[in-house]
């Protein structure tokens, strides 16, 4: 597959790394507006740079383009790579609001591109065993969901931007809390209803929850209660429980880990398992968390590759991407008016097809 890539601050230089991991793909360009950032990037990895973005996604040698700039320029970039006839694999959130993630999934549709969304945590170790639990039936029929992510701001914040409303849309719910909105919505399955609340006075950024809390309902009546949070004083985290009706699966990072307990029938005798995954410990001690969302990025990577192809993945697509930025504006909405939000309901989240 070849690749090219705009925006190359930190994501895009982590998946100029991921490509160069994966032999089959290439990443034939690169694109960024500070043109020095750009060919220090294409430099390191053997690719060519450029400045503007509407150059690199008319090229002729292009496969598919990844998109990882601020949220506020997705949807003129993704939509602009796909009428080029380009697959598009965009970073979280895939836009600011639900208008423009319509506007974008609508010109995957129309081109018959595909379209994905950055949701690389479903690629973490302790988030695909927890799906093969889940998938395997030892912990019954799912019953409910807890999940929370957090960090406690600070060096957190890694770009003013992601404070910006203008250019993020929200607050903590499309920084952070994105990712365990869609884990959520992955597990849960379709999300049809949605209360919630979105709280601030803690860092005081304009348009921009610290926290926000939300209780969600699927289309087969399960439910799902979740938070994200930017003042989490205890350091980084997330973790996403799922109830059954004959145990539970607990997926948390970090470290890496998922832990499930099970029986034969409610008051039974109990069984549990810890599933660790040691080198992620090791390797990020001696390099840094980094490593471990290099990981993720490849598997998303080849993800997206099969994708192309036409083959079932647990990718995030561009419906996945839609739905749940719908639930973050869902919860800013309930959040304002007191009252639930319905939402359109769709097929299987994880099986969509855009």
Known sequence: ????????????????????????????????????????????????????????????????????????????????????????????????NPTECREIVRAAERTGRVLAVGFNYRFYPAIVKAREILDSGRIGELSYIKSFAGHPGGNEFTHPWVHDVEVMGGGTLLDNGIHIIDLTHYFLGDVVEVKGYATGGVWGFAGCEDNGFALLKSSTGKVASLQASWSEWWGYRFVIEIYGTQGCVRASYPPMMAQVIWFDKPGGRTRRRVHLFPIFQVIERLRSPRWTALQSFVEDLKAFAQATAGNPTPLALGRDGLRAVQIAHAIYESSRNGHHVRLEHWATPHRCSV
């Open 1 to 96: 597959m070849r690749l090219g890539i705009i925006g190359c601050g930190w994501a895009g230089a982590l998946r100029s790394a991921a490509i160069a991991k994966i032999p089959a793909f290439r990443a034939v360009a690169v694109a960024d507006q500070d043109f020095a950032r750009a060919r220090a990037l294409s430099d390191s990895y053997g690719s060519q740079a450029v400045s503007d973005w509407r150059a690199l996604v008319s090229r002729d040698d292009l496969d598919a383009v990844v998109v990882s700039t601020p949220p506020h320029l997705h949807a003129q970039m993704c939509i602009g790579a796909l009428e080029q006839g380009k697959h598009v694999l965009c970073e979280k959130p895939l836009a600011r």
